[in-house]
């Protein structure tokens, strides 16, 4: 019987030396799902997948992946799972049917499973007839669809892939997304870290983590309509990057942000404010083409939470 949950993560927490990468986090992946796992650079996020794949030993707390102790059992679990780390690990020197026969031995996949594999992955990640090319000449997103392709060709029940589109152009981006809906239509559970807030979008589940600490858990909709602290309005004006400075500079707001051409106020009562507001940028004589109330997006949230928890770990440390 498959488990509800193929990953249960409690009370994770990993130091080195008097450094906490890893902060006790918790947090749960129903199988099936696609999880995002979103964080700044050095939140602790590849820190995770280590000890969830048995890795790196944790220093507390305590974990399992598809039903497994991750301490105890993670050979078991290593075989299961396809994992795809932050520095796609193929081998330049190889060709992609090269590449792609050394991970069936790793894997102990042959013969005519292998040869089955190997097709439906070139065709999968539109890699036919470059079979004989160096890996090391296939531009980033060829090699991000082939790394990807090593990493099931075991037909592992779960994926971990740990930024797997950084540094990847649009294009490629999204056709990896497609692939990644494609698997995830076959039943595989999909663990994915990614600094891209559009891609968030496309999880079923989402984790923010900073400094170590989850931040912000939930689907994408649950998230912006629960976890956000206070309001968000949008203006349109003339000269945003003066308007910018003006608005942060009265220190009235939790969070004022550039969001392409148009501001984010983030902030209590913002209804209240508003006439405020249009004096502030009146006063530098810039235009107000439109003030709005909207809806939240990821992006404003995973700001205002990161915000958030730095003024918790502010407080701590002062008291
Ligand atoms: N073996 C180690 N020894 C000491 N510090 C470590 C070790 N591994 C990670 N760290 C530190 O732990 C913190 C979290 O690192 P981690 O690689 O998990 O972050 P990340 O969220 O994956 O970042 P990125 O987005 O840059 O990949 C960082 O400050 C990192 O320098
Ligand atoms: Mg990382």
Redesign the pocket.
């Given at each position: 019987m498959q488990n509800e949950y193929s990953v249960v993560a409690e009370e994770l927490a990993k130091t080195?030396g008097d450094?906490t990468?890893?902060d006790h986090v918790s947090f749960q992946i129903r199988t099936g799902e696609i999880f995002g796992f979103l964080?700044?650079?050095?939140?602790?996020?590849?820190?995770?997948i280590r000890m969830l794949l048995g890795l790196l030993s944790p220093t507390e707390g305590t974990g399992t992946v598809l039903g497994y102790d991750i301490v105890k059992q993670s050979e078991k679990i290593r075989k299961r799972i396809g994992y795809m780390s932050?520095q796609f690990s193929l081998y330049n020197d190889l060709t992609v049917s090269e590449n792609l026969n050394f991970y069936g031995g790793t894997y102990g996949v042959g013969g005519q499973r292998l040869r089955e594999r190997k097709q439906y992955i070139l065709e999968m990640a539109n890699l036919k007839g470059r079979e004989r090319e160096m890996t090391k000449n296939l531009s980033g997103g060829w090699k991000q669809r082939l790394a990807l392709g090593t990493a099931i060709l075991h037909e592992p029940e779960m994926l971990f892939l740990d930024?797997p589109t950084a540094g990847v152009d649009p294009i490629s981006r999204r056709a990896f997304w497609d692939l990644l809906y494609e698997l995830s239509h076959q039943g595989t559970t999909i663990f994915v870290?990614t600094?891209y807030l559009d891609e968030a979008e496309h999880c079923q589940s989402l984790a923010f983590?900073h400094l170590?600490r989850i931040v912000a858990r939930g689907t994408p909709q649950e998230i912006k309509e629960t976890i956000m602290k206070g309001e968000v309005m949008e203006i349109d004006c003339a000269d945003p990057d003066v308007a910018l400075s003006t608005l942060r500079d009265s220190s009235l707001f939790d969070e004022v942000a550039l969001y392409g051409a148009l501001i984010h106020v983030v902030g209590q009562d913002l209804e209240t404010h508003r006439s405020t507001i249009g004096q502030l940028l009146r006063e530098q004589a810039l235009e107000v083409r439109s003030m709005d109330i909207i809806a939240p997006s990821l992006e404003d949230v995973f700001i205002s939470s990161i915000k958030e928890e730095d003024r918790k770990v502010r407080e701590e440390k002062a008291s």
């Amino acid at each position: 019987m498959q488990n509800e949950y193929s990953v249960v993560a409690e009370e994770l927490a990993k130091t080195f030396g008097d450094f906490t990468a890893v902060d006790h986090v918790s947090f749960q992946i129903r199988t099936g799902e696609i999880f995002g796992f979103l964080g700044p650079n050095g939140s602790g996020k590849t820190t995770t997948i280590r000890m969830l794949l048995g890795l790196l030993s944790p220093t507390e707390g305590t974990g399992t992946v598809l039903g497994y102790d991750i301490v105890k059992q993670s050979e078991k679990i290593r075989k299961r799972i396809g994992y795809m780390s932050q520095q796609f690990s193929l081998y330049n020197d190889l060709t992609v049917s090269e590449n792609l026969n050394f991970y069936g031995g790793t894997y102990g996949v042959g013969g005519q499973r292998l040869r089955e594999r190997k097709q439906y992955i070139l065709e999968m990640a539109n890699l036919k007839g470059r079979e004989r090319e160096m890996t090391k000449n296939l531009s980033g997103g060829w090699k991000q669809r082939l790394a990807l392709g090593t990493a099931i060709l075991h037909e592992p029940e779960m994926l971990f892939l740990d930024e797997p589109t950084a540094g990847v152009d649009p294009i490629s981006r999204r056709a990896f997304w497609d692939l990644l809906y494609e698997l995830s239509h076959q039943g595989t559970t999909i663990f994915v870290t990614t600094h891209y807030l559009d891609e968030a979008e496309h999880c079923q589940s989402l984790a923010f983590i900073h400094l170590g600490r989850i931040v912000a858990r939930g689907t994408p909709q649950e998230i912006k309509e629960t976890i956000m602290k206070g309001e968000v309005m949008e203006i349109d004006c003339a000269d945003p990057d003066v308007a910018l400075s003006t608005l942060r500079d009265s220190s009235l707001f939790d969070e004022v942000a550039l969001y392409g051409a148009l501001i984010h106020v983030v902030g209590q009562d913002l209804e209240t404010h508003r006439s405020t507001i249009g004096q502030l940028l009146r006063e530098q004589a810039l235009e107000v083409r439109s003030m709005d109330i909207i809806a939240p997006s990821l992006e404003d949230v995973f700001i205002s939470s990161i915000k958030e928890e730095d003024r918790k770990v502010r407080e701590e440390k002062a008291s």
